[in-house]
């Protein structure tokens, strides 16, 4: 059994990596340059918070776990990044909301964990808010700018709204790591809605409601999308475990 | 090889021996242009240099690290130890003037408080003019921001305020 602590750092590195790792699959397809590089940066952006976290759980550890047997010798189940994030990239309308849903709610939550009595999961939470600033800009302006652009943007939108709403319950619901630690998702959650309920207006997109929502990411029970993720970022750790550039 | 003789260098000295050593991505500045290098100490069992990441998911890190060791090893300091804090965050007001100006010289636009958001207008660094257009708020590296000036018709590079 994990510490509460390393539970949710792994969370939180999880988050980060798996996403890093979606955007990264754009690297090269973006729809043009700029974009391309401006998702790819993100990905880095993402992937360098998510060694922060693992960086810091293989600390208080203490034992022979690093940030690279972290990231590439844990399993599925042991995963505990949000459903939503495993999601496949689909179109451009699909990553730019999974990348929006995510930034708001990280630019929530960073705010609460820069003044968390651990000063180190603090200080990194405060230096990737920084970053997380433009993600939620630039991902903002991309879901007003499809929503409110041509009819095949707005089906494209309208079409992830539909595939990811019923993956942004999970944000909110407590994993027992997050209840001991004293995380609160609740007012987390008011300004979330808040802020998609901004964008969304702008964006001239409806707000879904009565939808089920998925969960089980947390705390390990994954989509089977997990799975084809894992085997590509794990493949050369564990053919040749150990091996270096 | 042989360690250098306690009385041949204070920190000053240890300073100029870091300012050789060039940011991988924009080869003008240095480390400590940057604002990377932020203490060096002399401790009794050998030499701490203290560093902290521009961006989160910095790719040159790695690199900074390995190169501070091979320039210093070579210097003949090998009882080294280099670590890496993360809080204050670092942020562009620790780039140096010196480095400010040597940024616009080589042709990015250094960071300006009044483009806090990257937006239109930022002084262009090759003709001054204010003519200018954001083109993506994410350049070549994550640090910048692409731009393009509507008076010479050249692209440039914006180091975003962080
Ligand atoms: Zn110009």
């Known amino acids: 059994m994990n510490k509460p602590i390393i539970d949710y750092l792994l969370h939180l590195a999880d988050n980060s990596l798996i996403l890093g790792q979606r955007n990264a699959e754009w690297c090269g397809h973006g729809p043009i340059l700029e974009q391309d590089i401006a998702i790819t940066n993100i990905s880095l952006d993402l992937i360098g918070q998510s060694r922060s976290f693992y960086q810091y759980a293989a600390q208080l550890k203490n034992d022979n776990t690093t940030e690279d047997s972290l990231a590439f010798f844990r399993t599925e189940r042991e995963f505990k990044n949000f459903l939503l994030l495993e999601q496949p990239n689909g179109d451009w309308a699909q990553t730019i909301l999974k990348q929006f849903f995510f930034s708001s709610f990280q630019f929530l939550l960073f705010q609460q964990l820069q003044k968390n009595s651990d000063e180190t999961l603090a200080a990194i939470a405060e230096k990737s808010l920084k970053e997380i600033s433009y993600h939620l800009r630039w991902s903002s302006e991309w879901v007003e700018r499809l929503g409110d652009g041509t009819e095949e943007s707005r089906n494209r939108i309208l079409n992830a709204v539909n595939n990811l709403w019923r993956f942004t319950g999970e944000l909110f619901i407590p994993a027992a790591y997050e209840t001991e630690l004293g995380i609160e998702l609740n007012s987390i959650k008011e300004n979330w809605q808040e802020k998609i309920n901004e964008i969304f207006k702008n964006a001239t997109l409806p707000i879904l409601s009565n939808v089920f929502f998925q969960t089980g990411g947390k705390t390990g029970n994954h989509t089977e999308q997990l799975g084809f993720i894992l085997t590509e970022l794990q493949y050369m750790q564990r053919t040749f475990p150990g091996c270096e550039w | 090889m042989?360690?250098?003789?306690?009385?041949?260098?204070?920190?000053?000295?240890?300073?100029?021996?870091?300012?050789?050593?060039?940011?991988?991505?924009?080869?003008?500045?240095?480390?400590?242009?940057?604002?990377?290098?932020?203490d060096v100490k002399i401790n009794t069992d050998g030499l701490e240099i203290v560093i902290t990441a521009t961006y989160t998911g910095c790719p040159a890190m790695d690199m900074i690290a390995t190169d501070i060791r091979m320039q210093?090893?070579?210097?003949?300091?090998?009882?080294?130890?280099?670590?890496?804090?993360?809080?204050?965050?670092?942020?562009?007001?620790?780039?140096?003037?010196?480095?400010?100006?040597?940024?616009?010289?080589y042709g990015i636009a250094p960071p300006n408080k009044r483009f806090l958001i990257a937006s239109n207008g930022v002084e262009c660094p090759r003709c001054q003019s204010i003519n200018t257009k954001l083109i993506s708020e994410f350049g070549s590296t994550a640090c910048k921001a692409m731009f393009q000036c509507d008076d010479c018709c050249e692209p440039f590079d914006y180091f975003k305020c962080h």
């Open chain 2, 72 to 105: 210093l090893n070579k210097l003949g300091f090998t009882n080294l130890k280099i670590s890496t804090i993360i809080s204050p965050a670092w942020t562009t007001d620790w780039i140096s003037d010196a480095g400010k100006i040597k940024l616009k010289n």
């Open chain 2, 2 to 38: 042989v360690i250098m003789n306690k009385l041949n260098f204070n920190k000053e000295t240890i300073y100029t021996y870091l300012k050789e050593i060039k940011d991988p991505e924009i080869p003008v500045l240095s480390i400590v242009d940057l604002g990377i290098v932020r």
